[in-house]
């Protein structure tokens, strides 16, 4: 009997050991990173959605892509079997800060970062290590250069995708916060003297009062100090921005992360949006 | 006849401390100042007409200024040009209590330490003079010529990160501007995006 039930549940204990998600912290524990994945265990040639979960001491703060002007963006170092593809990363909309003048777009607390990962159809092997290593620019009132590391095992099985409804749901929950690809529509940008003008035609909106964001992946071109001034008319929204007097080149397109927090009607009422848009003359 | 439309604006300004809301642009002329050095010397700008200006702005405790420094990256750069005539000019804007302002003793204490070899290195705890010139990181970098135009705004090198290891893997602009300059070819490149900690205004 007893060795019945030893056979029984030994595959689950060694699964849920396999499973095991080892954190690494950097600089004096101020950050730890985990790898989250939406499947427990992997049929070769599944793709997988992972969650890198970052996490930050009250107080302390890293940097999107696009960091603001100073800090650096997050680095991701994989290691990963043979034939593992890392494929599209989504980055979650940042907040912007700034202090006498110097603006930074930022994350806070705590940060899922979706990555599609895509295995490969002839995997041999009964598991696969994933790892990554996060380098950061962690910052509270001073800066110390951070990484953190995080190490997932997956069990291989041959016949079928075993996914992890917990996780799964975790990742579809930060759907609404992640930029979606903007899709045909009559959003225009212009330029003027040293003003960029994106405008938004009312049928794209909720209504008047929807409160809209811009956050630029362009390094080195806006004054994101400045702020951002919005219209609101009855045919459109608008955001104007301001060029930076140093900036290291006149832009001819404007690409970013269009934000609206009411939600943008043409893609599910998801908050954010990516555009590049070319500048009309 | 013609319907006027009602137009609503509704204008929302948000509006930040627009301390650098307008800073010396690139081909413009270098507007002067006058700062205390670390040894109590007043140093003004305007000694130096005639010759090749670098301001280099700093926070020794800064990892990106480290990484310059610990490496004796930054103080070649200072003796390489002395040599040729620039005027290498650190200047500090960190505000009192903030990352980067020393008292004098720690200062002297510091640049003996790390051998530093600028011309000066100028105090700016008001911050004016890192707001004229619109410093937003240590490092950052202007380069004026000898007839008093800003020819150069922005990184140190074109690799940001705290890395020592990516120094010499990086092209740096402090050299690229100068010699071709100082060599009456076309700067090649006038304004980056420089990387750094920001400024402790």
Known sequence: MMKKLIKNILPFVVSALMLSSSIKAGAGDIMSVRLLSDKKSLLPGDTITMGIEINMKNGWHTYWINPGDAGLPLKFEWGLPDGFIIGNITWPIPELITEDGIASLIYKGKVIIPVVVYSPVNFKGNKAALELNVKALVCKEKCIPSSGGAKLVLPINHKKSLSDPSITKRLKNLVYTLPASYPQGGVKASRDADKIRIEIPINELNGRNDKIEFYPYQEGIYNLAAGQETISHDEYAAIILKLDDLRTEDPQSVSGVLVNRSGWKNIGYRKAMDIKINLTK | ?201
């Open chain 2, 1 to 201: 006849m013609i319907r006027l439309k009602f137009v609503f604006a509704a204008l929302t300004i948000l509006f930040f401390a627009g301390n650098l809301a307008h800073a010396v642009g690139i081909d413009e002329a270098a507007p002067d100042f006058k700062l205390t050095d670390s040894k109590g010397k007043t140093v003004s700008l305007s000694e130096f007409r005639d010759k090749y200006v670098v301001l280099e702005w700093i926070n020794y405790d800064c990892p990106f200024v480290k990484k310059h420094y610990e490496s004796s990256n930054m103080q070649n750069l200072q003796k390489e040009f002395a040599s040729k005539g620039v005027v290498w000019l650190s200047i500090c804007s960190s505000a009192p209590g903030k990352q980067g302002n020393f008292s004098v003793e720690e200062l002297n204490r510091r640049m003996d330490k790390l051998q530093v070899h600028p011309y000066a290195y100028l105090l700016d705890p008001t911050g004016e003079v890192g707001k004229l010139y619109g410093a937003k990181t240590t490092p950052d970098i202007r380069i004026i010529n000898p007839k008093g135009i800003l020819i150069y705004a922005g990184a140190i090198d074109d690799i940001p990160s705290t890395d020592q290891a990516d120094i010499t893997k990086a092209n740096n602009y402090v050299r690229q501007v100068l010699d071709a300059a100082m060599n009456s070819r076309d700067i090649p490149v006038k304004a980056t995006k420089s990387y750094g900690c920001s400024v402790k205004y």
